[in-house]
């Protein structure tokens, strides 16, 4: 029952490849940050790759058939690809699914002060994270301000070198006494985490009053100068804050990768590289990537809304498979890997792990038969016969796999897309890759891990 390191079996080639994924994957989380960026970016390699927008193709009357690729973007956080196979979709689909955005901070709607010579920008945290690892780091912010005027003005600062960064202030340790006696939730207040973006007063030449907050002005004239807008215009804004910096290579071997999002842009990244990798399909695939699942999958962009059985119900239709029957079976005939991060062992921390059933890095793509709380509360809890069918297929693509739990009995838990799914009737285990430090600044990840990722949704989507 021992999972042997993925490490030992790769070829020359084969290691290659696995650093080629990494370099790639390492760009891909660098550059896009948020879900809007995530979902741009994935649009752009799908229409690389022959995707074509299903819109377009809706708009045209123009028929499906084995062979076309189509997408869907909705409201630029979440993307839906289909690769039509040679099997009625009423037979059912693969499908890969994963999500696309991360914990972070989100600037709120009535953000700018100042206070003692200092400009802020007020914050609400966004998913589950550690208020205190927030502060003294640096940040940068990335995301839109959507104007009156229909213009939407994209804005990322702190991510160039020639870039200004951002930070949270933290108290001096000289200072931290009462801090010290507080436990690690309590220590930094999250309506506390409020970013400083400036400390220098505007200046008025001549005749004129001093504005009331100079500092703030100073902030507004900058705003207003190099993107357009006014303070106002952030009552319309999405601005996530995030750690600055690109992800990079960790270890002196260089093994695995230290980046921002991981959870779970590793799985997601893996998905659509194997998706865009495979030309023709037997029974259609499908990849999916999702938006809102770390506050439970709300929203229109998350997976509770009803845009994939929207955008299945019009392939069908443009298929010559039309119909409210057709639909459900094509539904409830399905299999999916609801891809999403799992808790690696950390040594560091082994009390909150149960060793046998642990995620070990470098050992394969993980899978979860059920996730969720306390006693599989909000976990989907994948069929045995389902376990067997995914396991065949790993093997016989020789894909390295470990089977886990998240932690210990009753340590804590987590959930994930999988059980909104499992509501069509469709077949749904949970996968991903091992992460260590989940939800902080920067995760890990193995690279092994990451190869052995895209290999097996690869395998998934080209099983018959």
Known sequence: MERANAWKKYTEQQGEELEGLAARYRGFISDNKTERECVASAVKLAEAAGYTNLEDRIAAGTPLAAGDKIYVNTRGKALTLFNIGKLPLSSGLNIL??????????IKQNPAYEKADLAFL???????????????????????????????????????????????????????????????????????????????????????????????????????ERYGIEEEDLLSAELEVVPAGPARDMGLDRSMVLGYGQDDRVCAYTSLEAMLAVEDVERTSVCLLVDKEEIGSVGATGMQAHYFENALAEVMELAGEGGELALRRALANSKMLSSDVSAGFDPAYAGQFEEKNSAYLGRGLCFNKYTGSRGKSGSNDADAEYMAYVRDVMDEADVSFQTCELGRVNAGGGGTIAYIMARYGM??????VAVLSMHSLWEVTSKADIYEAYRGYKAFIQRA
């Open 97 to 106: 699914g994963a999500h696309v955005d991360s914990p972070r901070l989100d």
């Open 122 to 224: 007020d914050t609400h945290y966004y998913g589950g994270l550690k208020s205190s690892l927030w502060v003294a780091t640096p940040l940068a912010i990335h995301g839109v301000v959507a104007k009156k005027d229909g213009s939407v003005v994209p804005v990322v600062v702190g991510e160039d070198p020639a870039d200004p960064v951002f930070c949270i202030s933290d108290i001096l340790i000289h200072l931290a006494g009462e801090q010290m006696k507080k436990t690690h939730a309590e220590a930094v207040d999250p309506e506390s985490l409020d970013v400083i973006v400036g400390g220098k007063p505007v200046r008025i030449d001549g005749e004129g009053d001093e504005p009331k907050e100079p500092v703030k002005k100073m902030l507004l004239d900058l705003l207003a």
């Open 427 to 432: 077949d749904v285990i949970d996968s991903g």
